[in-house]
């Protein structure tokens, strides 16, 4: 019996508020569900589906006559059904391709009881009937079969923590990793090359970024696509621009100051928005982590000293590497506590939450007699906070309005945005296998929990027009905006955005290929109640927010509609079409007449408004906009 048994009654009353569209507590959690596998993995779906990975182990779940490792949620009616992985996913990674299936890749070797490897006990039966993970290929198709596709394709050699980035062609690079897992990575086991999904000719491809240079801390290094095509890489202290189709290191980078952030240190990171004000030229920020220095990490089979009584950092930092010639890093506002493992995730007004993770320790866990329970963290985090990317330095932290969970989220815990903007929650299993003791710190958690804005019961946008498909470059489409969703007043056209969010592949205090941009918009208010958007294209460069699924939503005055998913680019990997940037009409509104009555035959151009054009960065991309 479960430690973290759910009663039916709270289950119920919580469905009964989400069928409604209301939380119970706008700013907090809600208990709602059971994951059936422990989430370390979770992305959402075009489905509106969350789908769970889970490394091999005993969970009381199962599937084909063995224990279930996978699991797909129903957010809208919080049941869960199991599916079948064959190999083990152990610590694997993943992302969205541009033709909408989602890929899986790497893991560990077969396990049994304990996580014991079973070519260890080659007398031994195998119990979980698992296959060897740590060069697999795992495929979901969501508009095909919905099943995994798994144990039928390979990489060039075996990756444990291995980061996975979309490119601009929607195909994907898959970087770094080791060879057969440990608390850190060894020179021993180190896989320092990156290969690409689909195989190029020439894979796999040396990268001694991940060498001597970034040891011990560079398994997930973290990897980003920029405008140029170049990658953004960060592990241990180091940072660079790299150049996938030349293969040389185009910019070194100042070391990233006061902390470690790359696994197990585990920081929070995220790409901030993308939006016309910062010409779409992306900025990555980086909030706590462990200051640990590069030689006293330990080794493969744990820290050399009790790092649950460490306190993380609490320092954020930011660099925009195509920003100029020589960038910096900028401090950025400071946490309120320490905290490892912090998940970053985008809300559709602009602002990001952040959650889950500890005030102690490291990702990871072991044995070590100091271990709580076998976790290197401890001191969990409960309650979220407020990231405001566009607030004056100083002010971009809060935790107004905003509950605290009594659930910790430690070690392989996971967050992801849903359809209607809350956050679905899960995870935390800092064990070597499956353990529900009661009274023990801390136990495998299979709970699930929706964090909500605290915006998250006011009425909702329900904006008209919203397309299925969105190219790079194009003609404009329009979305017409009632009285009610402009609150009875067009002059609430000024505050509308239309802004675009993927989602990620959550893993690790990370939510791989997450990515937020606003679209550029104008307006035309037909009358004083009413009015409709003209919303551009994509920017016509794919290396900015690449191809896939993704949601849209349109906010007025930071309320959310809806999302709406709409496919990026072809809908297939390869080269992508793109047009001319979009070109937007003048914003203007309806004359009001002396009486206050709408003269529906008189239309002005809004005061001041120009067409200017704005330089996408170095890239010479023109784009208009209302000035």
């Known amino acids: 019996m479960r430690n973290n048994n759910i009663k039916r009654s709270s289950l119920l009353a919580a469905a009964s508020l989400l069928a409604a569209g209301q939380a119970a507590n706008p700013g907090g959690y809600e208990l709602v569900g059971d994951s059936l596998v422990s989430a370390q993995m979770a992305f959402l779906g075009r489905d509106g ?13 199962q599937i084909n006559g063995h224990p279930a490792w996978a699991a797909v949620y129903n957010p809208k009616d919080n049941t869960a059904e199991p599916k079948d992985i064959i190999t083990n996913s152990f610590c694997a990674g993943g992302a969205v391709l541009g033709d909408g299936r989602w890929l899986n890749v790497g893991g560990n070797q ?52 291995p980061t996975v980035e979309t490119l601009g ?11 057969w897992g440990g608390y850190i990575n060894g020179e021993a086991q180190n896989n320092p090359t990156y290969e690409f999904f689909p195989p190029r000719e020439g894979d796999p491809v040396d990268f001694d970024f991940l060498g001597e240079r970034t040891m011990p801390i560079n398994l997930y290094p973290l990897a980003y696509l920029l405008p140029s095509g170049r990658l953004f890489v960060q592990a241990m202290y180091a940072a660079i621009v790299w150049d996938l189709d030349d293969k040389y290191e185009a910019k070194t980078l100042p070391d990233i100051p006061h902390a470690a952030r790359a696994y197990p240190a585990s920081g929070a990171t995220a790409v901030l928005p993308l939006t016309p004000e910062n010409d779409y030229n992306p900025s990555f920020l980086f909030c706590g982590g462990q200051d640990i220095p590069q030689d006293g990490w330990g080794d493969a089979g744990g820290p050399g000293f009790d790092i649950t009584k460490k306190l993380a950092d609490t320092s954020c930092v930011k660099i925009q590497p195509e920003g100029s010639e020589n960038p910096e890093w900028e401090e950025d506002d400071e946490l309120p506590e320490p905290r490892t493992m912090g998940n970053f995730v985008y809300l559709p007004n602009g602002k990001m939450v952040l959650l889950n993770g500890g005030a102690t320790g490291s ?69 070597v296998d499956v353990i529900q003791t009661p009274h ?31 190219s790079y470059g194009g003609d404009s489409f329009d979305i017409q905006l009632s009285s009610s969703d402009l609150k009875g007043n067009s002059d ?55 191809p896939g699924p993704a949601l849209i939503f349109v906010t007025v005055d930071g309320i959310p509609s809806y999302g709406h998913w709409v496919t990026i680019g072809s809908g297939e990997i390869g080269q992508q079409p793109t047009k001319e940037n979009s070109q937007l009409p003048e914003s203007s509104r309806a004359e009001k007449s002396s009486s206050n009555a709408q003269d529906s035959s008189s239309i002005r151009h809004y005061s001041g408004s120009v067409v200017g054009a704005v330089a996408i960065g170095a890239l010479g991309l023109v784009a208009l906009v209302c000035v």
């Open 49 to 61: 589906n969350v789908w769970i990975v889970d490394k091999t182990e005993n969970n009381p779940a």
């Open 492 to 546: 609430n056209l000024e505050n509308v955005k239309a802004v675009v969010i993927r989602p990620g592949f959550s893993t690790h205090a990370m939510n791989f290929g997450q990515r937020y941009l606003e679209l550029r918009t104008s307006y035309t208010a037909t009358s004083e109640e009413e009015g409709v958007l003209h919303v551009g294209q994509m920017p016509n460069n794919p290396n900015i927010f690449q």
């Open 440 to 470: 023990r710190q801390w136990n495998t958690d299979y709970r699930v929990e929706r964090w909500y804005p605290t915006w998250f019961n006011e009425p909702r946008p329900q904006p008209q027009g919203l397309p299925d498909v969105l």
């Open 110 to 161: 077969a396990v049994t009881h304990g996580g014991a490897a079973v070519n260890s006990f080659p007398d031994h039966p195998n119990p979980y009937q698992n296959e060897d993970g740590g060069a697999a290929i795992r495929l979901l198709d969501l508009a095909g079969s919905k099943e995994w596709s798994d144990n039928n394709q390979f990489m060039t050699g075996r990756r444990w923590y």
């Open 169 to 179: 062609g929607g195909d994907a690079v898959i970087m770094g990793g080791d060879q």
């Open 363 to 431: 990702a990871g866990y072991g044995n070590k007699t100091w271990a709580v329970g076998q976790s290197y963290a401890d001191e969990p985090t409960y309650t979220p906070l407020i990231f405001d990317p566009s607030a004056p330095q100083g002010e971009r932290i809060s935790r107004d309005g905003l509950g605290s969970s009594d659930i910790a989220r430690l070690y392989h815990s996971v967050a992801t945005l849903l359809e209607d903007g809350s956050v679905w929650v899960s995870g935390s299993n800092p064990n």
